[in-house]
């Protein structure tokens, strides 16, 4: 089974159950008034841990069963509960359509990427001129949000693959990392779900994916460092080779003027 299908029965495609909107399952929220100190401490550790546990993004099985405009209501409700709960007065010109305006954008922009529906056609061509070499696809902007803060993260993608007689349109590399990236994320699992989305739309395990991004969740809060950045890679089939990544490298690194 290739990852896509994977995912999808992972999401739960197929089963069509339907469920009213009222059926927000509520009561599966997190209890945090239930917690002992000891998980709340492991909460805690693991979010500047930023320790991701699965590769395929945690969904739950329902995920897909309300519409986004259904989304977007709970979610407008819910956010004007915590804008409330922190003493926020709703009423206020500037900050009444704030619930409406984030729930909005988490829907339909920066969380789009959780729907299978919006995963963009990687579309292969046979590569009819026998280039042979690794194709770079270097400097794809990366606008991810760590998934234990909710803070973005921010940086570039570099993606290469080899073709085993597959080419692709270049930005439909640039258009997976965007899909990838609009969900709560962990940089590892970004890293992961690029090279497998790659990989499999190429029939080749000859992928490299190599991310370099700023965590606002470790210069906002924290340890409030402002200068590190955090880099994950995954070199894969011809790429675990020494002298075929240190290419690669080498590439990403080269500052062509244009
Ligand atoms: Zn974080």
Redesign the pocket.
């Known amino acids: 089974m290739n990852n896509s299908a994977q995912e999808l029965l992972f999401l739960g495609f197929g089963s069509q159950r339907k469920v009213s909107s009222t059926a927000l399952p509520h009561h599966n929220l997190l209890d945090l008034k239930k917690l002992d100190l000891h998980e709340l401490t492991t909460i805690e550790e693991l979010?500047d841990a930023?320790v991701g546990s699965r590769e395929l993004t945690p969904l739950r099985e329902d995920a897909f069963e309300l519409s986004d405009n259904e989304k977007i209501e709970i979610i407008q409700e819910h956010f004007a509960k915590i804008m409330e709960t922190l003493g926020l007065d709703l009423t206020d010109d500037s900050l009444k359509g704030t619930p409406y305006r984030v729930a909005k954008m988490y829907v339909k922009e920066i969380f789009e990427g959780l729907n299978p529906k919006n995963r963009p056609e990687a579309r292969t061509f046979s590569n009819g001129y026998d280039y042979s070499d690794m194709v770079i696809e270097k400097n794809i902007q990366v606008t991810s949000f760590?998934e234990?803060?909710f803070?973005p993260f921010i940086g570039k993608a570099h993606v290469a693959y080899i073709s085993k007689g597959k080419v692709i349109g270049l930005s439909k590399i640039n258009r997976l990392v965007d899909y990838f990236a609009r969900r709560p994320q962990v940089q590892e699992r970004l890293t992961l779900q690029i090279a497998d989305a790659l990989s499999e739309a190429m029939e080749t395990e000859d992928v490299a994916v190599f991310i370099d991004s700023k965590?606002l969740?470790v210069s906002t809060r924290g340890i409030k460092d402002h200068s590190s950045s955090t880099v994950t890679s995954e070199f894969r089939g011809a790429f675990k080779d020494k002298d075929v990544q240190q290419k690669f490298i080498d590439f990403v690194k080269t500052d062509t003027q244009l």
């Open positions: 979010g930023h760590c234990h803060h803070l965590h969740c």
